[in-house]
């Protein structure tokens, strides 16, 4: 999937869920677990460093977010972005890992978890695309906040700020 297209699908996505600056990642989360039909359930763990910062895995009743418990709050919602990505973009879930695991998401086999975590190259496309929607999402995200009115309640100041974030939250 090229940059634009991405872009585009990012920007309908964010619009179709009602998201607003500021950007609130778990919220992001829980609304696209709803419209996907399916929760996305965000799982904060300490990761073995070196290694990857997170994982989706996926299982017929939820989405699962892992992501490193052992870093800072912007890098956290970055690495959720990045995961998010993968959805949004189309991917297949990681198949996990097995660290510790099974107390936490019990119906996910160690094996499987083990295999999401063994993930840690930037060299794959679908890589790169999901890298890419993480960006996407936070460029949106600071670049709204910067022009966002803070008198939501006038519908006219609502009307402006509607018009403006469709052209500057996509530069």
Request: with cysteine; charged share 30%.
């Amino acid at each position: 999937m090229n940059e634009r297209h991405l872009r585009k699908r990012c920007k309908r996505t964010l619009r179709s869920l009602g998201i607003r600056p500021p950007l609130q990642v778990d919220v992001l989360c829980e609304r696209l677990g709803e419209y996907r039909g399916r929760p996305i359930r965000l799982v904060p763990h300490s990761l073995p460093v070196p290694g990857p910062f997170g994982a989706w895995i996926a299982t017929e009743r939820a989405d699962y977010i892992l992501y490193q418990k052992e870093t800072s709050r912007a890098h956290q919602d970055h690495i959720v972005l990045h995961e998010v990505g993968h959805i949004l973009a189309d991917h297949r879930s990681d198949e996990s890992d097995g660290v510790s695991w099974q107390s936490t998401m019990p119906e996910i086999s160690p094996d499987v978890i083990k295999r999401a975590l063994r993930r840690t190259s930037y060299d794959e496309d679908h890589e790169r695309e999901a890298e890419l929607v993480a960006t996407i999402v936070l460029e949106w995200a600071s670049v709204l906040d910067r022009v966002t009115p803070r008198t939501p309640d006038d519908p006219s100041a609502h009307r402006v700020q509607a018009a403006l974030s469709d052209r500057l939250g996509w530069l």
